[in-house]
């Protein structure tokens, strides 16, 4: 199953891009959690690279920040693989 809805000039899928969190005590994981609730459809064909319960934990704290009732499914719907 391909990760991009788009594909390249030359019609092939592209690779996913794949972003780590960063270090789990630092402001990495908001910031990741921060991009993805922000682009929901860019979020669909990037991988994150980190700690599952860390980045919720993020993705919780930055929902709440915007009012945003379902970031943590905006930001981890795929879930850990």
Same mark, same amino acid.
């Given at each position: 199953?391909? =990760?991009? /809805? =788009? ?20 402001i ?6 921060g ?14 690279a ?5 980045? /919720?934990?993020? +993705? ?5 920040? /915007? +009012?945003?009732?379902r ?11």
């Amino acid at each position: 199953m391909p =990760f991009s /809805k =788009f594909a390249t000039p030359s019609g092939a899928t592209p690779l996913p891009v794949v972003v780590t969190m960063g270090d789990p005590a630092g402001i990495g994981p908001e910031i990741v959690a921060g991009a993805m609730l922000e682009s929901p459809l860019v979020a669909a064909d990037v991988l994150i690279a980190g700690d599952l319960d860390v980045l /919720k934990r993020a +993705g919780e704290l930055v929902a709440k920040a /915007k +009012g945003c009732a379902r970031g943590v499914d905006i930001c981890f719907g795929i879930g850990d693989l």
